[in-house]
């Protein structure tokens, strides 16, 4: 049986905001590491801790360095380039019966979400580097690493080309998994944890990458003519454009998929993906619109799934008050006899959120979520194929922090 772990969250929750805020009121801007190392404020680099803004999203691609600017040795850095990152929440939620409207099941508990180990920084003049290690701890998952990478940069000077590798995002960098206001995961798949190697760079307002990775097949039940010693058989390539400050994005994806049932027969047959993403960008505003277009999903012949995403964030108060609002709508292509599991996953997310910054690095916030349809789960979302469910609601008060 799990124990409740509400007065020690709430707790824990008051005990870290009330240290932030202290340490914040001498030194605000220099708790994060990379604040601490260049002298910026957070919000330099991000519209709103963790979303990143242009000079962030150069920043990173850079290989975390100035414009400019060549990187460091470690022994010449200010401090250690370490931060840590977590999250605390309660939550309430419940699930309908979609046709009855009676209640199934409610879930009431406080939780110490995420816990994650940052190590990023430069190496040398042109290497740049990133260490993240995560423990989900709500989800009792295992302390791990998410990221691992290491960047040559200037192999065209100004960062036109760079050369990464090891185990890093593919994504668009204004439309992340892990960069979102929400706390609610994005049910389209905008992210992607892939390990390889990839070009990227950015110049005269385009941004592009293109990787060759590993495929998304896994240990299984497996017929003969199936060997795991050959995975690096995934490609991707991504590109985006600034005009007027606006963002137009573009992406394709092409990797070897499982079979979802048994778990999982391993079939290699070809996964593919193509979506096209705008970030439309007004003053204290910006909206965001995406379009994903899978098929072959699952390693399932003609299997298709179509991701609609429509997200609005709204900078209230400057640099201290937030509003996110989000509707997403799945559509899966049955397939007659699939072994895909579920052979439908269709519905619809909407997602309310509000965020306060006590300080730059450390915001307060509330949140609700409802989906409905065949194949969501809002605990589970993020998943290629969650548990199929109904109907759910969640609310949710959450302290996000930084340092």
């Known amino acids: 049986m799990r124990k409740p772990l509400l007065p020690v969250t709430i707790v824990l929750m008051l005990v870290v905001l009330v240290a932030v805020v202290l340490a914040s009121a001498r030194r605000a801007s220099a708790i994060p590491t990379f604040s601490r190392e260049h002298g910026l404020k957070c919000s330099d680099c991000h519209a709103a801790f963790p979303l990143l803004n242009e000079f962030g999203m150069e920043f990173k691609q850079r290989g975390f360095r100035l414009p400019g600017e060549n990187g460091k040795y470690p022994w ?10 977590g999250t605390m929440q309660y939550l309430n939620a419940h699930q309908d019966d979609p046709v009855t409207k009676a209640r199934l099941s409610t879930t009431s508990e406080a939780q110490i979400g995420e816990v994650e180990l940052m190590a990023a920084g430069t190496a040398a003049p042109k290497v740049g580097f990133l260490a993240e290690f995560a423990q989900n701890v709500a989800e009792r998952g295992p302390f791990s690493n998410e990221q691992i990478w290491m960047q040559f940069s200037d192999i065209i000077p100004a960062s036109v080309l760079n050369a990464r590798a090891g185990q890093m995002l593919n994504e668009h960098y204004y439309l992340s998994q892990k960069r979102r206001l929400t706390f609610q995961q994005y049910l389209a798949p905008v992210t992607f944890n892939v390990t390889g ?18 495929d998304e097949r896994e240990e299984g039940t497996n017929p003969p003519a199936v060997n795991l010693n050959t995975k690096l058989q995934g490609f991707y390539a991504w590109g985006s454009k600034t005009l007027w400050d606006h963002i137009i994005g573009i992406r394709y994806i092409n990797t070897k998929a499982n079979s979802d049932q048994p778990s999982p027969i391993i079939d290699g047959r070809t996964r593919q993906q193509l ?16 379009y994903y277009y899978n098929w072959d999903i699952g390693g399932v012949y003609k299997q298709d799934r179509r991701n609609y995403l429509v997200e609005g964030i709204l900078e209230v108060i400057p640099e201290k008050l937030f509003l996110d609002a989000r509707y997403e709508m799945q559509d899966t292509g049955s397939v007659a006899g699939s072994p895909n599991n579920p052979t439908t996953a269709n519905g619809t997310l909407v ?3 509000i965020s306060y910054y ?5 915001r307060v916030t509330a949140e609700f979520t409802k989906v409905r349809g065949e194949g969501l789960n809002v605990l589970g979302i993020g998943e290629p194929n969650s548990v199929a469910s109904s109907s759910q609601e969640r609310y949710l008060l959450g302290l996000h922090f930084a340092f």
């Open 197 to 214: 190697a990839e070009l990227n760079g950015f110049w005269s307002g385009f941004r592009y990458a293109a990787g060759i990775v590993n």
């Open 351 to 353: 997602t309310g959120h």
């Open 76 to 85: 010449e850095l200010k401090s250690l380039p370490v931060s840590v990152i």
């Open 358 to 362: 006590v300080v730059e690095n450390v």
């Open 275 to 290: 979506d096209a993403t705008l970030n439309l960008r007004f003053g204290r505003g910006q909206v965001l619109l995406g």
